[in-house]
Structures are given as structure tokens and as C-alpha cells.
């Protein structure tokens, strides 16, 4: 098995396991006072120090969810609720068309249950939004809730520079929230010197649990709760916390953190090698997204391990089940739960034809990667598009 | 061998694609979202495709171990089975989209894709036998689905295996019970996929507006009632009517004329017919000689009627019927067969009823 779709999931870490498995061995509510509640509080809070550390954060900053779509749904939805209140002229989001779909739809209920107007953010060719794509949305901010910009795109690796994002929407006083679900561990994440407001992680990308995230959120963010109960965290969000999946998630980003540097380099190595050996095998195949050495505020514009190819001719499903047929996973842009494959809304968004974005694919390298991955793909690609060419591109 | 397993959600095609794994071929399972705007839960035993079909679908295929893919047919379909469907009705003709979705959908536009990324054959749930490129109908009777794959030519027939014609459906029900399937127990599926409330006059209605016009009595030429569009009527067709003749005697559809808007109707003498015209036919093997002694079936679930088929001028067939028949309606396909009752009656082929 070939596993090139790590911006999917990616494999758990051993140690990750073992802290998981330890801690779920153990009894004992987070919340309540006796001795096995405190233990699972103190090993909480460990994780939650542990968490802030290696994101920049600090503890108080870091709200524990149920992963990656539930902070996006927290962010959007808490910050305009907050920011609404606050202020009723307050109606605008300001989002980039190349989101992924917890924070596309969550914009979309918006402005379908809650009167919002959403303005979407111009993007760069590669996918990138500019700060001045940014200022010229937000005007002079009054109207606007909350913009959102994700720190770099699942489907074609683009990093955008979300410090200077940040910049721009302070200085019309509006918070700026990041899904960095791709960006951690990736790239360098930093929440307080990149000083967004509100960012998303989860574990699963990392090697850590799925169904295990974080909203990290400023202390002096106004954020509505979706989830209301025990108020557990911070009054924001509610839910008995999972303890093991948290001393996971923990540990999953720590070692993702300081493994980055040298996991990057190693994982750009073999991408580059990757996209080469495609080109040569597929010369009129065409990369999207920001070229392989793309830089962006000091460092990598596109994320290391990441490939997205238009294949011309070949449809992206069938191009998926001829790899998965010769053992190599691979992914067509994010996973649709009703299987109907749609044209990547990503490429559109970046001005790609309809049969551009339905002739993609996705690999994605990560922290098992290795050499005999990248040629296990090298060694069927050119047959397998030759093939797919032959089925053709009509509607089936 | 490889072959593609097309799976609806329903029990028939989980059971064949069980069967194509259990002979030892290497199977992969697809379902065909047809539907544009597919529902999220299926209702009842009408309607297809939805997600609740694809997720029933992909249970059996992961239970199975085989690949599982959805495959968006959804704007074929609209453009060979639903426009299509929806043209001849504006014509004053009587479809059957199950046909036409085979004829164009499954063994034309998924087979053709399946054997372009190298498979060799599309396994379906139809309840038909097929064997050395001989079509048959299935050994259960009630269930035989032969008459919607008549249509089918040898080139498509040597693409496609029905590994159920020779059991019935409630082997097919065991079999399924036997392994597990959740599917063992789903109700069968009617009517029309496409219009899941199962009122086709109302959505032709929708997609046709209405254009009224006259019911006239064939006998006296007198106009007997109104109606709101020829979409709504089918030759043969006795209820629904809406008539006020002076005798009790019942009417029926004899014939509609969509550009004059005219629906003629009389008595069920003049309602039949012993003489059936179509256009070209296609065969399932090597064209017969004509004349030649079949059996006709004039429609889904109808009974075979013995008939002497000749060649017509103009490339079409004339079927001299033994007994006289109600309700041929242009645009149905006339499916002949070879009687056999011990290996099945033998589909020859089909052609399109004229009118």
C-alpha cells in the first residue's frame, strides 16, 4: 500500500498511541473533585500547556473541540453572534471562496439563518489572498463581523502570509480568524506572532487522534458558544472533556512541532521529486496551487508535502480508482461524504475551467512518507493516465 | 476476469455483485447517482439513487471487500432517460425509461467507461439468464426483467453478466439473509425513478404545462370531454378518463394527436389491434430470417402473444398478432421472443411500436 493522501489523515504516531491507551485505562471526569477527577484535570491542563507551547498560544488561549469543523463552525459563528451583538450594524463576513467547507457552509447558514452578508475574498492565481485583497474587502470595517482566511489550503498546499492578514484587519478593528488544520506542523504556526484572533488545528493531521481539535482564541476574543452545558471551556464550549484524545492531541502536536524543519525538508525533497517524475510521465500535466518554491513571508509558499496535478483528458475519479486499483491512495481534493465527486470548488475559485477541476488529483506526503512511495506512483502514472484518457471526459 | 458490479442500494445487485466475488473474479462495486438533486433518505419504495441507496450500496461492497465508487451519471440521465422520456409523452407516446436507461445508461455509457478503465464485463442485478450471448427470461417469472434489456445487442450483451436470472427472488432474498446484508429485507423498488411521488401526469404536467384539448368518441365524432394536455393519456388507456357518453359501455384511448390536441376514444372493439407496425428493430444476435413465428410482449409485465413477424418497407416490422390486443401504444417496445420452456424463452430482439 502506497498512502499518499496525508492531508486526509495521517497515521497515528506510536507515541500518541501510548498516551491514549494509557489514559484510557484510567477513570475519572475531568470536572469533578475527587482525587481520579483531578488526575484527569491535571493531565487536561498538562495537555493544554503542552498545546500552547508548541502553537505560540497561551494556555488560557487554547479551547479544546471535536476537532478541525467544529472550530470553524465556534469561530464563524461565535465571533459574528459576539460581534452582532455587540454592535448591530456588524452583518459581513469577509471569506475566502478557497475555504474548506466547515467554514464555506458555516459562512453559507450565515447568511441563509442570520441575515449575514458575505463578501468573498479575490484570490490570487495560486490561491493566496493578498493583503490587499483583504483591505479592499474589509473597507473600513465597520460592517464586518469577522473575516476568515485559512493559514494554508487542504487541496492545492497554498500558504497565505496571515500575520500580515492580521495586520490588515486590525488596523479597521476587525479579528481575523485561521484554519491552520494543514498549516501545523507543516509550515511554522505561530499564534501570537502571527496575531490572528481565533485559529484552528485538529489532531488527525498530525498523527494524533481524530475528533480531537483546538480553537485557539485571544482572551479578550468575544466569542458565542455553539455548545452550551458544563461550560468546561471557558464558558465557550461545553462537553466532559476527552481526556485521552486530548493527552494525544498533545502529544501528536509537540512532536509535529519539532519535527517541522526537518520533516519540511525531507518532505519537500520527495515532492519535488514526485511532481519531476509526473511531469516527465505526463509532460501536458499541470500543477495547481503556487510553484514548488514558492516563498511567502520567509518561508515555504506552498506546503512541503503537498502535489495537486491537472491531468487534461482524464477524469479525477477515474484517475483515484485506477491508483486505488494498483494499491496507490490518492485523493481528488477533500473527501465528500455523499461520494459524488463535484468539481474542486478550490480550483474554480482560482479560475480553473470545470474540466480542469474535475481532472485533479491530490498527493500528499507526510511523516511516513519514503522514497518508495514517490516511485510506486512513478512507476504506474503514465499508464494509468494513458487509460483514464481513453475513458474519456464526457459526462461518463 | 474483472468486472463492474453496478449497485443500486437494493438487493438484487448486492447479491449479484456477492455472486461475481464468489466466482472468483476481481469485482469492483459502483453506484450510479442518476438523480440531480439526489435526497438524503430514501422515502418508500419509490424513487433512486439517494444518498441512503449509495450508503446501503457501499455497506455491501465494504462487507464484500471490494472497491466502491459513486459515479455522477446524473446529466446523462437527464439528457437520454428523463428529456427523452418527457419528448415522447410531448409526442403523444408511451416510453418506458427503464428501457431506455439501459439501452443508453447502463450498457452504453457505464459499460463503455468500465471496459475504457479496463474492465471486462458489468455485472447487474437484472433478472434475466444470459448465457453464450443468449438472453432468456429469468426462472422466476414475477420478477423477469427481460423485457427491459430486449433492447440490448449482442455487443452489449457480450459486455454484461446477470448472475440471477436462474433463481428466484426469494433465493435472492435468502442469499442475501444468509450473508447479512442489511439489504436483505428493502422493499422492491416501482414505478418511475425519476418521479418518486409516483405521479406521472403531474410531473409531466410540471414539465409540459398543460394544453388543453378535446376527447373525441371515434364512433360519432362528437366531442365527449375536455382534457388538460395528450401528455396525460397512454393508448389502451380506460381510467381516468372523465367522460359523459350516453351509453355505459367503458371507452378507451385509441389514439393522441398532441399538435391537434386530440384525444380520440371509443369501445373496447375498437380498442384492439391484431396487426402491430414498428420501426427498425435491433436483435440480440445475428438478424433472424423474416418471416419468422414469435412471441410478442407489448409492454412491461404483459402477456407473450404468438404473432408471424415480417419485414415492412422502410426498415421496420409488421406483427400479425394470433388474438386481437389492447393498449399498444406507440413508443413502447414490442420485445420478441422464441418460446423454450426449459431454458427460457429467448429474447430475439425489439422494435419500437409506430404511431
Known amino acids: 500500500m502506497t498512502y499518499l493522501d496525508h492531508a486526509a489523515t495521517t497515521p497515528v504516531l506510536p507515541e500518541v498511541l501510548a498516551a491514549v491507551t494509557e489514559q484510557m485505562g484510567r477513570v475519572g471526569n475531568a470536572s469533578s473533585l475527587h482525587a481520579g477527577g483531578r488526575a484527569a484535570r491535571r493531565t487536561a491542563e498538562q495537555a493544554r500547556e503542552r498545546l500552547a507551547e508548541a502553537l505560540g498560544a497561551r494556555p488560557s488561549e487554547v479551547l479544546f473541540t471535536g476537532g478541525g469543523t467544529e472550530s470553524d463552525n465556534l469561530a464563524l459563528k461565535g465571533l459574528f453572534w459576539a460581534r452582532r451583538e455587540a454592535d448591530s450594524r456588524r452583518r459581513r463576513l469577509v471569506v475566502s471562496p478557497a475555504e474548506h467547507h466547515a467554514v464555506l457552509d458555516s459562512a453559507e447558514w450565515l447568511a441563509k439563518q442570520e441575515g449575514a452578508e458575505v463578501t468573498w475574498l479575490r484570490l490570487e492565481p495560486s490561491g493566496r489572498v493578498t493583503p490587499e485583497a483583504l483591505a479592499d474587502a474589509l473597507g473600513d470595517g465597520t460592517d464586518v463581523t469577522v473575516a476568515s482566511v485559512m493559514w494554508a489550503n487542504n487541496e492545492i498546499g497554498t500558504v497565505s502570509d496571515v500575520a500580515a492578514l492580521a495586520e490588515v484587519a486590525h488596523a479597521v478593528g476587525v479579528p481575523l480568524h485561521t484554519d491552520a488544520v494543514q498549516a501545523v506542523g507543516q509550515v511554522p ?51 466532559t472533556l476527552d481526556v485521552p ?5 498533545a502529544v501528536a502536536a509537540t512532536a509535529a512541532v519539532a519535527g517541522r524543519r526537518e520533516r519540511a525538508g525531507r518532505l519537500a525533497a520527495l515532492r519535488d521529486r514526485l511532481v519531476a517524475g509526473v511531469l516527465e510521465q505526463v509532460p501536458d500535466a499541470q500543477l495547481n496551487g503556487a510553484p514548488l518554491d514558492d516563498v511567502v513571508a520567509g518561508g515555504p509558499g506552498r506546503l512541503p508535502g503537498n502535489a495537486h496535478l491537472s491531468f487534461p483528458g482524464a477524469e479525477g475519479d477515474a484517475l483515484l480508482m485506477l491508483l486505488d486499483a494498483r494499491g496507490i491512495e490518492c485523493s481528488t481534493g477533500s473527501a465528500c461524504s455523499a461520494g459524488v465527486a463535484r468539481p474542486s470548488h478550490v480550483l474554480t475559485a482560482v479560475g480553473a475551467d470545470a474540466a480542469r477541476a474535475r481532472s485533479s488529483l491530490r498527493f500528499s506526503l507526510g511523516h511516513t512518507s519514503t522514497d518508495a512511495d ?23 | 476476469m474483472r468486472v463492474l458490479a453496478a449497485m443500486s442500494g437494493g438487493v438484487d445487485s448486492a447479491v449479484a455483485a456477492a455472486l461475481a466475488v464468489d466466482a472468483g473474479h476481481d469485482v469492483t462495486g459502483v453506484h450510479l447517482a442518476l438523480s440531480p438533486d439526489r435526497q438524503t433518505l430514501r422515502s418508500g419504495a419509490r424513487g433512486c439513487c439517494s444518498v441512503e441507496d449509495a450508503h446501503d450500496a457501499r455497506r455491501v461492497a465494504d462487507e464484500l471487500g471490494i472497491p466502491f465508487y459513486v459515479w455522477d451519471l446524473a446529466d446523462r440521465f437527464r439528457e437520454d432517460v428523463v428529456e427523452d422520456f418527457v419528448a415522447e409523452y410531448a409526442a403523444g407516446r408511451t416510453p418506458n425509461p427503464c428501457l431506455r436507461c439501459n439501452e443508453r445508461i447502463k450498457f452504453t455509457a457505464v459499460l463503455d467507461r468500465a471496459q475504457a478503465l479496463g474492465f471486462d464485463a458489468v455485472v447487474t442485478g437484472h433478472h434475466a439468464r444470459l448465457a453464450d450471448g443468449q438472453l432468456r427470461r429469468s426462472v422466476d417469472a414475477a420478477k423477469d426483467q427481460s423485457y427491459v434489456l430486449g433492447v440490448l445487442t449482442a455487443g452489449q450483451l457480450a459486455g454484461a453478466r446477470f448472475p440471477l436470472g436462474s433463481m428466484t427472488k426469494e433465493r435472492v432474498r435468502a442469499i442475501a439473509a444468509e ?3 442489511a439489504v436483505a429485507t428493502k422493499p422492491d423498488s416501482h414505478d418511475v425513478c425519476f418521479i418518486p411521488d409516483g405521479d406521472t401526469r403531474g410531473f409531466l404536467t410540471r414539465r409540459l404545462g398543460t394544453a388543453p384539448g378535446p376527447v373525441v368518441d371515434a364512433a360519432t365524432g362528437t ?22 357518453v350516453g351509453d355505459q359501455r367503458p371507452r378507451y384511448v385509441l389514439s393522441i394527436e398532441p399538435v391537434t390536441r386530440t384525444v380520440t376514444v371509443g369501445t373496447a372493439e375498437l380498442a384492439g389491434v391484431d396487426v402491430v407496425r414498428t420501426g427498425p428493430p435491433t436483435w440480440t444476435g445475428p438478424a433472424p430470417a423474416l418471416p419468422l413465428q414469435a412471441e410478442a410482449q407489448l409492454r412491461a409485465h404483459g402477456t407473450p402473444v404468438p404473432c408471424t413477424v415480417e419485414a415492412a418497407a422502410g426498415g421496420g416490422l409488421v406483427l400479425r398478432l394470433t388474438r386481437t390486443e389492447r393498449g399498444v401504444a406507440p413508443g413502447q417496445s414490442a420485445v420478441l421472443y422464441a418460446p423454450d420452456p426449459v431454458r427460457g424463452d429467448l429474447v430475439l430482439g425489439q422494435a419500437p411500436v409506430a404511431g
Open chain 2, 223 to 244: 366531442t365527449v370531454g375536455r382534457h388538460e394536455g395528450t401528455h396525460g393519456f397512454t393508448v389502451g388507456q380506460r381510467r381516468g378518463l372523465g367522460l359523459a
Open chain 1, 189 to 239: 504556526v505561530d499564534f501570537a506572532a502571527s496575531g490572528v484572533d481565533a485559529l484552528t488545528a485538529t489532531g488527525h493531521k498530525l498523527g494524533g487522534p481524530v475528533g480531537a481539535g483546538v480553537l485557539l482564541l485571544r482572551r479578550d476574543a468575544e466569542c458565542t458558544p455553539l455548545l452550551h452545558g458544563g461550560g468546561q471551556e471557558r464558558d465557550v464550549r461545553s462537553g
Open chain 1, 245 to 249: 484524545a486530548i493527552a494525544g492531541l
Open chain 2, 179 to 181: 450473508r447479512g446484508f
Open chain 1, 374 to 396: 514517490v516511485d510506486a506512483l512513478l512507476a504506474v502514472i503514465g499508464p494509468v493516465v494513458e487509460r483514464a484518457r481513453r475513458a474519456g471526459m464526457g459526462r461518463h
